[in-house]
Structures are given as C-alpha cells and as structure tokens.
C-alpha cells in the first residue's frame, strides 16, 4: 500500500524559506513524485515533480524559487521553498504516479499525501 507522509510546513514571512519532506512507502512502481498544492476554494495545482531516473520540472509560478530533490535510499522526496510570495499560501500534498506519464504539473496523481499547510504572510 502506497504511503506518503508530508511534513515541514507551517508559517513565514514572504522571501523567506520552507522546506518540505514526503516520506513515502509501498511502492511497487515508481514513475514520478512530485508536489501539488491546492489553495482555499482553488483547484489543485501541480508545482513540481521528479521522475525515478531525477527528471525534474517546475511550474512556471515557482520555477527559480522552488526546488525539488530526493534521497532514494531513504525514499524521501524534498521541496525547498525559497523567496516565498503570499500566493504560495495552501495546503501541500506529496503525490505518485506509478506510470507514465507523469500528471503532477498537471493536477492530478494516483497517490496523494494528508497534505502539509503552508501559510505565507506579507
């Protein structure tokens, strides 16, 4: 059973930084991980995702100022939020997509996390 478990978020001031963490088990495919956040009253949206071979993309939104890596040894997938703005306010959810391709930057994935809430102040 796929598990995915956020932490990290929480409360900063705009241009200062977060990271976040998804512990993330029981996987029998891996295509991509990734991160989406969804906004109150806002669809989900996709912010980054990296592919088991380390391909990475970016939404527009946040390409520059976000940063997302992982430890495959111990299956932890990371977001490095830096320079934050207001607008990046909303809940995060760590996410997988067992094949390709890759939906994350889209919105969409086949697992999702409970979400970490992070909340930018200006």
């Known amino acids: 059973q796929v598990q995915l478990k956020e932490s990290g978020g929480g409360s900063v001031q705009a241009g200062g930084s977060l990271r976040l963490s998804c512990a993330a088990s029981?996987?029998?495919?891996?295509?991509?991980v990734g991160w989406l956040r969804q906004a109150p009253g806002k669809e989900p949206e996709g912010v980054a995702r990296?592919?088991?071979?380390?391909?990475?993309k970016y939404a527009d939104s946040v390409k520059g100022r976000f940063t997302i890596s992982q430890d495959i040894s111990k299956n932890i997938v990371y977001l490095q939020m830096d320079s934050v703005k207001p607008e990046d306010t909303g809940m995060y959810y760590c996410?997988?997509?067992?094949?390709?391709?890759?939906?994350?930057?889209?919105?969409?994935?086949?697992?999702w996390g409970q979400g970490t809430q992070v909340t930018v102040s200006s």
């Open positions: 996410a997988q997509v067992p094949d390709a391709p890759c939906s994350v930057l889209a919105g969409r994935a086949n697992y």
């Open positions: 029981g996987f029998t495919r891996n295509y991509c």
């Open positions: 990296i592919t088991g071979s380390g391909d990475i």
